[in-house]
């Protein structure tokens, strides 16, 4: 391994090894956290945008087969009064409105089936996170005990040098006692 090889490597650890001190890993926790919930928002406001296309499509489908009836209505009345050139008229305006039902249907079944799936994978993703979640607050508690390191009961514990040396002497037998 050349040096400038061994020296490029040292130089990339030694900066790996600056973030990874920098980097608070409660901060970097809380922040997936946060961008897993902002996931499932943005899937949810889907959810609901197809929704509401679903009945958008539903009152448009509704409406078009009002039409369509009024439509066959006036076809089957030209034709009862043999008003040939009037039946074509009402079929001129028939044909499109039967190609638009069609169409609203096709993108009616296609959002529904959109939905269906989004709700599926909703329904898994939001229970991940509610894993997810709990481990996160499990492994933030046990990343604030160890931050906390020497406290207990709300107040820091510093052992000195002193603390030590008198209870390696209350530790040694005395030569009085112990012979």
């Known amino acids: 391994m050349s040096l400038f090889t ?12 600056v973030v990874d001190a920098l980097e608070d890993k409660a901060l970097v926790l809380r922040q997936h956290l946060r961008d897993a919930a902002a996931e499932l928002d943005c899937k949810r406001c889907r959810a609901e945008a197809l929704d509401a296309e679903g009945r958008e499509l539903q009152k448009e489908a509704e409406r078009i087969a009002r039409r369509i009836e009024s439509l066959d209505r006036d076809v089957a009345m030209a034709l009862a009064e043999d008003q040939e050139d009037l039946a074509r008229y009402a079929i001129k305006k028939l044909l499109p409105l039967r190609h638009g039902a069609d169409e609203v249907e096709r993108r009616r079944a296609e959002a529904a089936e959109e939905r ?14 509610q894993l997810l979640e709990s481990r996160v607050q ?7 005990r160890e931050r906390e390191g020497g406290r207990a009961f709300g107040f820091e514990l510093v052992v000195t040098d002193e603390d ?3 209870e ?3 530790r040694r037998p005395t030569a009085e006692g112990g012979a």
């Open 164 to 166: 030590v040396e008198l």
């Open 138 to 144: 499990g492994h933030l508690a046990r990343l604030e």
């Open 168 to 170: 390696l002497l209350r």
């Open 6 to 17: 061994r020296w490029s490597t040292l130089m990339r650890a030694d900066a790996h090894g």
């Open 116 to 129: 269906a799936e989004l709700g599926e994978r909703l329904a898994e993703q939001e229970a991940e996170y």
